[in-house]
C-alpha cells in the first residue's frame, strides 16, 4: 500500500540534493572546521556557505546565524541566554499560550528561576491580538517570544504589530519561526525580530540542525560552554554534514518559495473545504485564511483523534492529532484549549500538514477515506447516538 | 506502541451496538478526559446471553470494550463480576503503561452494567 504522508509540520524527507550534498562531509571532507589544516579549513569553508545560504533567507547577516541543534536548542538559548544576560534591565517576559513547549517549557522554567512571566491569551482563530501584547507590556518587560506560525492550527501571526509593540516599550523580540522558515516570507529587519528560531528537518533538510538567528545589537550569555566556536556563543564541534544540508535545504526553500506556497495553499484549500463539506459535525480550528500553506486542522465531533489517526494509518495516511492520547497527557493540545474549544471537541482534532510530495490524486484519495473512517468511528460511539446519529 | 491483539480488536471490534431492551447498562469515564465506554447486557438464568457495547475514545478504549464483551458472552454473572481491567488489559497482550489508566475502564462499565441489572432484579 502506498503510503500517503500529509504531517509535514512533524517532519519532511530530506531532499536528494540535499542528501547529497552532505554525503561528501561525512568522509572525504570530514575535517573538523575548527582545525587550521586544509581538510579543516574545507569544512569551515562549507560551514560558512551554509551559514550564508541560511542568513540570505531571512534577510540577516551571516554572522548573525548561530547553529544549533534545532528548533528547541534555538528557543531555549534565546529565551534563557538573552534573560541572563539581560536580567538588570528587568525581569519580565511575555509569550503566548500556544507556543510550542520549547519556548512555553522554558519560560516556565525561567519563571522557576525567579524572573516574572505572561502567558498571552489568543482568540479563538489563534491570533494574539496586539492590543492585548499592548496593555500587557511593562517598565520592565525585556523579552516577548511569539511565534510565527502555530504548528497545530497553522495561525499566522501578525508578527511586525507584535515586534513593534514590543519595541515600544523596550523589549526585544524572539519568534518560533520552527513552521515558517523557508515557507512564509521573512525579513528579520523589515518586521522587527530580534531573535528567530528555525528547524532544518521541517523544510526537507536533516534532524538534529537547526538555528538561532540573533540581531548582532543583542547581548546573549553563552548557552553551551567548552569551545568558542560560533562566534564563542555556542560551544561544540560544528556538525558539518548537516549544517551544510541545512544550507542546501535553506537554498532550495527560498528558491521554490512562492511556487511551493501557490501549490500547498490551493491544495490545502481543496483538502480542507472537502472535509467540512463530506463531514458532518465537523468544524475547521486556526484561522480561515491566515494561515500555513498546506496546513489543514480540524475537529470531527464524538470520535476520538487517536482512533481517527490509526484508522488513517490502515489506509496508507499518515496524519496527526491533538487529542489527549497522542499528547501522552489526560489533556488535548494546549493550543486547542487556548483556542477555546470544549475538551470534548479537542479530543477528535486532526492535523494534515501536506508538502512536496502530495498531489490532487492523494487529496482525493483522503478526502475518499476520511468520511468512512469517521463514520466507522461515530458509530461506535455513544455521545453520537445521543445526538440522533445513525445507531 | 499497541499489541497485535489490540490492534485487531479496534479495527474489527465485537458486539458494538445496543440492545433492545437490555437488562442491564452501564456507562464509564466522561468526555472531558476522552473516554466514555457504554456496555448494555441481556441476561437470562443468570448468565450474559448478550452483550453490546459504544465507545467514544482511542484505541485501547475501544479494544478493551470490545474484548470484554467477548470475555463475558456467555459467561455467570459471577464469572462476569470477577473479570477486572488488569484481566481484559492482559487479554489484549497488555497495553502501553499511559493507557492502563485512562482508558481501561471496560471491565467498570461492564460491572456498573451488572449493578443495574441487579437494581431492576432484585433477590
Known amino acids: ?391 | 506502541m499497541y499489541s497485535g491483539k489490540v490492534m485487531e480488536h479496534f479495527m474489527n471490534p465485537r458486539n458494538v451496538g445496543e440492545i433492545e431492551l437490555a437488562d442491564g447498562i452501564g456507562e464509564v469515564g466522561n468526555p472531558v478526559c476522552g473516554d466514555i465506554m457504554h456496555i448494555e447486557i441481556k441476561v437470562a438464568d443468570n448468565i450474559i446471553e448478550d452483550v453490546k457495547f459504544k465507545t467514544f475514545g482511542c484505541a485501547a478504549a475501544i479494544a478493551t470494550s470490545s474484548m470484554v464483551t467477548e470475555m463475558v458472552k456467555g459467561r455467570t454473572l459471577e464469572e462476569a463480576e470477577r473479570i477486572t481491567n488488569r484481566t481484559v488489559a492482559e487479554a489484549l497482550d497488555g497495553l502501553p503503561p499511559v493507557k492502563m489508566h485512562c482508558s481501561n475502564l471496560a471491565a467498570d462499565a461492564l460491572h456498573e452494567a451488572i449493578k443495574d441489572y441487579m437494581k431492576r432484579h432484585p433477590g
Open chain 1, 1 to 391: 500500500m502506498k503510503t500517503i504522508y500529509m504531517d509535514h509540520s512533524a517532519t519532511t524527507p530530506v531532499d536528494p540534493r540535499v542528501f547529497s550534498a552532505m554525503i561528501p562531509y561525512y568522509n572525504d571532507v570530514f575535517g573538523n572546521a575548527s582545525s587550521v589544516h586544509t581538510p579543516g579549513q574545507k569544512a569551515r569553508q562549507a560551514v560558512e556557505d551554509a551559514r550564508d545560504k541560511v542568513a540570505a533567507l531571512i534577510k540577516a547577516t551571516p554572522q548573525e546565524i548561530i547553529f544549533t541543534t534545532g528548533g528547541t536548542e534555538a528557543d531555549n538559548q534565546a529565551l534563557i541566554g538573552y534573560m541572563q544576560a539581560n536580567a538588570h534591565r528587568g525581569r519580565h517576559i511575555i509569550t503566548s499560550a500556544i507556543e510550542h513547549h520549547a519556548v512555553l517549557d522554558t519560560c516556565e522554567y525561567l519563571h522557576k528561576q525567579g524572573y516574572d512571566l505572561t502567558v498571552l491569551p489568543v482568540n479563538s482563530l489563534g491570533m494574539v491580538e496586539p492590543q492585548v501584547l499592548k496593555d500587557t507590556m511593562r517598565d520592565d518587560t525585556v523579552l516577548v517570544s511569539i511565534m510565527h506560525a502555530n504548528n497545530e492550527i497553522g495561525t499566522i501571526q501578525s508578527i511586525k504589530e507584535l515586534a513593534a509593540i514590543a519595541h515600544e516599550g523596550g523589549a526585544v523580540f524572539h519568534t518560533d519561526a520552527v513552521q515558517s522558515f523557508g515557507k512564509l516570507d521573512i525579513n528579520v529587519r523589515d518586521m522587527g525580530i530580534d531573535m528567530l528560531s528555525a528547524s532544518a528537518h521541517k523544510l526537507y533538510g536533516p534532524k538534529g540542525i537547526g538555528c538561532l538567528y540573533v540581531n548582532k545589537k543583542i547581548k546573549l550569555a553563552k548557552y553551551l560552554h567548552g569551545g568558542a566556536q560560533e562566534r564563542n556563543r555556542r560551544a561544540g564541534t560544528e556538525n558539518v554534514p548537516a549544517i551544510v544540508g541545512f544550507g542546501v535545504a535553506a537554498q532550495l526553500a527560498g528558491d521554490n518559495r512562492l511556487e511551493s506556497a501557490a501549490r500547498l495553499t490551493a491544495l490545502g484549500q481543496r483538502l480542507q473545504k472537502g472535509i467540512l463539506e463530506r463531514v458532518p459535525h465537523a468544524r475547521l480550528t486556526g484561522h480561515p485564511s491566515l494561515r500555513l500553506p498546506g496546513s489543514v486542522s480540524v475537529c470531527f465531533e464524538f470520535v476520538e483523534g487517536e482512533s481517527v489517526l490509526l484508522m488513517l494509518d490502515s489506509y496508507g495516511i499518515a496524519a496527526s492529532s491533538g487529542s489527549a492520547c497522542t499528547s501522552g497527557s489526560l489533556d488535548p493540545s494546549h493550543v486547542l484549549l487556548a483556542i477555546g474549544l470544549p475538551h470534548v471537541i479537542a479530543h477528535g482534532s486532526l492535523r494534515l500538514t501536506l508538502g512536496h510530495s502530495n498531489t490532487d490524486e492523494d487529496v482525493d484519495y483522503v478526502l475518499d477515506i476520511i468520511p468512512k473512517v469517521v463514520e466507522s468511528l461515530r458509530k461506535m460511539s455513544p455521545l453520537y447516538a445521543n445526538v440522533g446519529g445513525v445507531a
